[in-house]
């Protein structure tokens, strides 16, 4: 494997590791660091957003001859890769165990015990494994949905609306990480910039429409803290600047931060 280095104008060094040996070092860190970013999106989803949470109670029936993945081939799948790692572990044991120090016959004997138990133990589990192997081998790693035992059959969710709810949610969630970008510009721990926007998402606002002006006024009450109100300003200023129509409408947003220090 290759091991690459990112570092940050903080000091700070990311690495990871790569077996493409052709691919250079910026398209790599291009991929890896994309993966991550949807990993991180997923797990924020599910604490912020309730991703996993049921769009509806309707369920789907699964065609008969959807493919899907024998139950028995994946726990033969589990067990084996339970004892490799079983083996693997006691395989660097018994090679890191040496004898150190002065030769008595107590301490000899013992070490000879302790070896030879590990060699019975080693032994015994790549037995297992070996069988284990040969019937994850004989084991079907799919089959139809018709041949599923009666216990292991499932229905799925219903994907009416859930498909038009997930992009709804990706939407939100671009836009949230488009704010966070901007609200980062003022705030001095820039980790903090989504529970910022949070506790914008909960806090009461005044709606006052105009429309001889073509407006639409959105007054946010003060946060909890001064440097608070002031990364809000910031939002509320470079939204303004985009001059966006609320939607079906000819009304203008115009976003407005009313903090202690500016009634």
């Not at 303004?240 to 000819?250: H, R, S, V, Y």
Request: contains cysteine; charged residues 25%; glycine residues 4%.
């Amino acid at each position: 494997m290759r091991e690459f280095r990112k570092l940050s104008q903080s000091g700070h060094q990311t690495a990871f590791l790569a077996t493409d040996y052709r691919a250079t070092g910026a398209v790599l860190a291009l991929a890896m660091f994309s993966r991550w970013s949807q990993e991180n999106f997923f797990r924020y989803m599910r604490q912020s957003y309730n991703l996993d949470g049921l769009v509806d109670y309707g369920a789907d029936r699964i065609p008969e001859t959807t493919r899907v993945v024998n139950p028995a081939y994946r726990t033969l799948d589990g067990q084996v890769r339970t004892k490799i790692g079983l083996l693997n572990r006691q395989m660097a044991e018994f090679g890191a165990l040496n004898l150190h120090g002065e030769i008595e016959p107590r301490r000899v004997e013992a070490f000879a015990q302790r070896k030879a138990d590990l060699h019975d133990s080693i032994t015994q589990l790549r037995i297992e494994v070996d069988d284990l192997k040969r019937r994850r081998k004989a084991t079907a790693k799919h089959i139809t949905y018709s041949e599923l035992p009666e216990a292991a059959r499932f229905d799925r969710l219903s994907t009416q609306g859930k498909h038009l709810v997930d992009t709804i949610k990706m939407i939100a969630y671009r836009a949230e990480t488009a704010m966070a970008q901007i609200v980062r510009q003022k705030m001095a721990r820039h980790d903090d910039a989504r529970s910022l926007l949070r506790a914008i998402y909960s806090t009461e606002v005044d709606i006052l429409p105009d429309p001889p002006a073509k407006t639409l006024t959105i007054r946010l009450h003060p946060l909890a803290s001064h440097s608070s109100d002031q990364a809000v300003h910031h939002l509320c200023d470079v939204l303004n600047a985009t001059e966006t129509l609320f939607p079906g409408t000819d009304l203008r947003l115009i976003y407005q931060s009313v903090s202690a220090q500016s009634p």
